[in-house]
Each structure stands twice: as structure tokens, then as C-alpha cells.
């Protein structure tokens, strides 16, 4: 049955990547000590083949501790002693204790990862409670690690048992036997025994760690909804993250447009401008009964490029910023222009086309509709001046 959160929500979703990083964060990790009890008996199951091979050396070096040959000078040699003791243990421990540390962090290396986690060693009070203690001792969870401990301790205990006695016959009949052939008979029963308890505890270790990542895996399950406020938090609304892909693809179609059209330019009939920051390539052919089409149009960068395009191809570059800027916010590339700049355009295309004969005339004023004159930045004139009157008033 799924768990439930504080709201009623069934977690019924596994736990993501950012939700098992801040458990880690916590300290909470996959651990198992069945694995780490498996591991340490294997390592000794190990040493008591290994140590073997050092331990003539070992009791030659334990029995000279013990040997005193200056009797004149006990106290010398006594002091001598306890230092080389000193001394023994400590490499003692070391040959024992290193091999054992590498275990278990080998083993908790496998079965959860290493953490470091500062949070999980921070003081908490409630460690220090006798009352909390004893709710973790007696509680269910304590309740039931001491059962499972117990019927751990009488399965090992029944396997050892039926070990010994699988070899009874054998053992009965050491007594009969000499004390070297006997003591060697019985130490072959020991690694038979131990052997038989570390097959028992690879089983056992192995349901435990299944187990542990069972319970590991529920406890940080999420509901629907914190799956959904995780994803805003760390990747950003479905909803502005879709706007943003639908702006970006629009942006990069229209700047692909843009320069496919740039190939269009050579053949406009003239180029409109602002001078510089807008230019917009219009196309006409005399006595056709359509309208003025656009062929290329840009801002900026892209402006500059439709000019120079423009001039290397002869192309008629013509200065007029009001016109310019009402082509480019009311018109689209490849489409013909608005009705209302026909006018407009038709007084620019005239005199151009004057000029071309070798005619010398003057710059004609292009009369815009006022609805039409625009800001660089697209914003009405007309609108932007009653604004202004407003707050004026």
C-alpha cells in the first residue's frame, strides 16, 4: 500500500535524482549491516589463513617480551619490555584493524556510496533524551531489528550445530588418537564450521541489502505533486519553459527567413531606409496590377547587410525613416504592402524610376498616415503623443 503525505497524497512516485541527493545530503543513505557483518567475517575467515604464514615469527616476537636475561636489571629491562609490548600491540592493531576499515568502507562504498554529510553530524538534542532512546530501543522499528537479531543468532547457532554434528563420529574419535593428530583434526573442524556460518550470513546479507533498498527507496517515494513543484523549482514552469521554446523557434524562423531573403535583394526594384537601422527591399514591376511586394526587410545588423547587398547590386538605396519603419512594423516578407502606404510607395517608386531616365528632380515629401508613423521601437506616434497629453493634463 502506498504511503501517504501530510495532505493525503498517495506517494505513489519514485524518489528523483535531486529528492535521493538531498536524502545523501541529510545523511540518509542505503546501508545494510547484515552486508558489513558478511564482509568482517569474511575478512577474519580470510586472516585466519593468511596470519598463519607470520605466525611463527609473531610468537618468537611475543615470547622474547616475556624473556628477562639480565636479572641484575629488572627494572631496566622491564621498562625496555613494556615499550616493545607497547610497540607490538600497536602494529598488532594495525595489521588487524586497517584491512577491517578498508572493508567496511569498501562495503559501504557498494552498497549505498560514500557520503559525507555535516548535517547528519550536527547536534540534535533529542540524542541526548532518555526518553527518545527508549522509544527507538522499544519502539516498533527496535522492536523488530531485536527480533530479526535473534532469529539471526539461532539460525547460526542451529547451522553450526548441524555442522558438529555431521562430523561427530569424527570428533568422538580424537580421544583415541595422539595430541598432535588430535589438536590438527580439530582446528580442520573450525574454518568447516565458519565456512558453513559465512554461506548462511552471504544469504542473509543479501535479503538484508534487497530489503534496506526497498525500505530506502519508500521512505523518499513523492507524491504526483511534489514531482511537479520539484520540476518548477529546478527546471521551470511547463508552461514558461513552452513559451520560451515557441519564441526561440519563431525568433530562429524568422532569422532564417531573414537571410534566405538577403539572396532576394539583387533583384528589388529599391531599398527603403532610415537610414541605418531599418531597410526594406521592395519589388515592382511596371504596369503589373500588383502591389509593391517585400522581398527582404531588417533591423540592425540584418539592415545593414540588405544595403550593402543593395549597392553592390546597383540597387537604388532611398532615405526615408518615417516610410522605412511603417514597411517594416505593418509588412511581412514576401507579402505585398498595406493599402495604406500604396501612396506612399508609389511617390517613391515614381521619382526613382525619373531619376533612373536622367531626369534631375528634387526629393519628393512621402506623406505617411499618421496611424502609420512609428518609433524605432515599434510604439505608435500618435499614441505616444495623446499619452503624453494625458499626463500633461
Known amino acids: 500500500m502506498a504511503e501517504e503525505s501530510q495532505d493525503g497524497q498517495e506517494k505513489t512516485e519514485d524518489p528523483s535524482q535531486r529528492k535521493l541527493e538531498k536524502s545523501a545530503e541529510d545523511g540518509k543513505v542505503l546501508s545494510s549491516k547484515e552486508m558489513f557483518v558478511f564482509t568482517t567475517m569474511f575478512a577474519a575467515f580470510v586472516m585466519m589463513f593468511v596470519t598463519p604464514m607470520f605466525a611463527q615469527k609473531a610468537l618468537a616476537y611475543w615470547s622474547r617480551l616475556f624473556h628477562f636475561n639480565r636479572p641484575d636489571d629488572l627494572m631496566t629491562m622491564m621498562v625496555e619490555r613494556f615499550s616493545e609490548l607497547i610497540f607490538a600491540v600497536v602494529i598488532t592493531s594495525l595489521v588487524v584493524g586497517i584491512p577491517m576499515m578498508v572493508i567496511v568502507i569498501g562495503t559501504q562504498a557498494a552498497v549505498g ?23 527507538r530501543m522499544f519502539g516498533s522499528k527496535g ?3 531485536l527480533v530479526k537479531s535473534l532469529l539471526k543468532v539461532f539460525l547460526l547457532f542451529g547451522i553450526a550445530a548441524a555442522v558438529i554434528y555431521a562430523r561427530l563420529p569424527g570428533v568422538l574419535e580424537l580421544p583415541s588418537r595422539d595430541l598432535v593428530t588430535a589438536t590438527v583434526a580439530s582446528l580442520l573442524n573450525f574454518p568447516v564450521v565458519l565456512g558453513a556460518l559465512l554461506v548462511i550470513l552471504a544469504i542473509i546479507a543479501m535479503i538484508d541489502y534487497f530489503w534496506q533498498r526497498h525500505v530506502h527507496i519508500q521512505s523518499l517515494r513523492m507524491t504526483k505533486q511534489e514531482v511537479k513543484d520539484e520540476y518548477k523549482q529546478t527546471e521551470g514552469s511547463p508552461e514558461v519553459k513552452a513559451k520560451i521554446r515557441r519564441m526561440q523557434m519563431e525568433t530562429a524562423a524568422n532569422a532564417g527567413r531573414q537571410q534566405a531573403a538577403l539572396d532576394d535583394v539583387p533583384n528589388a526594384t529599391a531599398v527603403i531606409t532610415n537610414p541605418t537601422h531599418f531597410a526594406v527591399a521592395l519589388k515592382y514591376e511596371v504596369g503589373s496590377s500588383e502591389a509593391p511586394r517585400i522581398l527582404a526587410m531588417g533591423r540592425g545588423n540584418m539592415a545593414h547587410q540588405i544595403i550593402d547587398r543593395a549597392k553592390g547590386a546597383d540597387v537604388t538605396v532611398f532615405r526615408s525613416p518615417l516610410l522605412a519603419r511603417a514597411l517594416y512594423y505593418t509588412g511581412e516578407i514576401g507579402a505585398e504592402i498595406t493599402e495604406q502606404l500604396y501612396q506612399a510607395v508609389a511617390v517613391v517608386l515614381a521619382y526613382l524610376y525619373r531619376i533612373d531616365k536622367g531626369e534631375a528632380l528634387a526629393e519628393p515629401d512621402v506623406d505617411i498616415p499618421e496611424d502609420l508613423h512609428f518609433t524605432e521601437h515599434g510604439q505608435s506616434m500618435k499614441e505616444d503623443r495623446n499619452q503624453r497629453g494625458g499626463y500633461e493634463a
Open 113 to 135: 556510496g560514500l557520503n559525507f554529510a555535516p548535517k547528519a553530524m550536527s547536534f540534535k538534542g533529542n540524542r541526548l533524551s532518555p526518553i527518545e532512546g527508549f522509544k
Open 143 to 145: 522492536l523488530m531489528e
